[in-house]
């Protein structure tokens, strides 16, 4: 398993970018694709964005894309999330997860790896 920590979050106001890391720990981080998920409260946790291991394919949630970008450095085992163009309901935690598949899925219980969260706030 590959531990993960993200960091980031913050407050921000509608229109304002925030840029999300995620590290991981261990040396076989290249092995992962890897994804981004959000939970608002109330809510169920949902895909935003995922890469695959080589970081050549990216793939988005409808509600992000052409706003947010995910990229890896696989030589500094870190994965990124920018975010542009920020809305109220982008308001959420913020997870970053590693998948064993060598497509990154968009669904949760494809991820077996989690980091504990980061905090994003849009106001408005």
Do not use: H
Request: proline share 2%; charged share 15%.
């Amino acid at each position: 398993q590959v531990q993960l920590v993200e960091s980031g979050g913050g407050l921000v106001q509608a229109g304002g970018s925030l840029r999300l890391s995620c590290a991981a720990s261990g040396r076989t981080f290249s092995s992962y694709a890897m994804g981004w998920f959000r939970q608002a409260p109330g809510k169920e946790r949902e895909f935003v964005a995922g890469i695959n291991r080589s970081g050549r394919y990216t793939n988005y949630a409808d509600s992000v894309k052409g706003r947010f970008t995910i990229s890896r450095d696989n030589a500094k085992n870190t994965v990124t999330l920018q975010m542009n163009s920020l809305k109220v309901e982008d308001t959420a935690v913020y997870y970053c997860a590693a998948s064993r598949s060598s497509w990154p899925s968009n669904s949760v219980v494809d991820f077996g790896s989690w980091g504990q969260g980061t905090q994003v706030t849009v106001s408005s």
